[in-house]
C-alpha cells in the first residue's frame, strides 16, 4: 500500500507505539535516549514509515542537542520544511517527503557545518541501512 493510501489505523498496525507517536503525531523522544543518537557507521538514514531515504552518515554531526543531527538532506527531495509555531516556539518542521510523516526540525545553528543548518532529528523516525 502507498503512504498516501494507508489510514491512521494502518499507520498504527506498522509502526510501534513510540514510532507512532512521533512520525503520525508530532511527538519528540526524550533527548539523549535515541537509539541513533551515537551511531558512527557508515550508510543511510531513512524513515522508519516509509523507507524514503532522508539523510545520509555524511552528514551526521554531534550537536550536543541529544538528538541525531544532520546538516544536510541525502537529496532535495527527501524532506519538506513546514513553518512550526506550536508550543509559543516559531520552528521549522521537518517532514518526510514520501510519506508525510514528522521527522524532527531544522535550526540554522550548525554553524561549524558546511550548510549552517542542523536538521535535528528524532531516532524514532529514523532506521539504518548500513552500507
Not at 512520525?23 to 514509515?49: I, Q
Not at 544532520?70 to 532535495?76: E, G, H
Request: aromatic share 10%.
Amino acid at each position: 500500500m502507498e503512504p498516501k493510501e494507508m489510514t491512521e489505523e494502518d499507520w498504527k498496525k506498522k509502526l510501534s507505539p513510540e514510532q507512532y507517536e512521533v512520525l503520525r503525531e508530532k511527538a519528540t523522544e526524550a533527548p539523549g535516549t535515541g537509539k541513533l543518537l551515537h551511531n558512527k557507521d557508515t550508510g543511510d538514514y531513512v524513515c522508519a514509515a516509509c523507507g524514503n531515504v532522508l539523510f545520509t552518515s555524511d552528514t551526521k554531526f554531534e550537536s550536543g542537542s541529544g538528538w541525531p543531527s544532520f546538516y544536510d538532506v541525502a537529496s532535495n527531495e527527501a524532506v519538506v520544511l513546514h513553518e512550526d509555531t506550536s508550543h509559543g516556539m516559531h520552528r521549522t518542521e521537518v517532514t518526510c517527503a514520501n510519506c508525510g510523516s514528522h521527522l524532527g526540525h531544522l535550526f540554522p545553528d550548525a554553524f561549524n557545518q558546511p550548510t549552517g543548518n542542523r536538521f535535528c532529528i528524532n531516532s524514532a523516525a529514523l532506521e539504518f541501512k548500513e552500507k
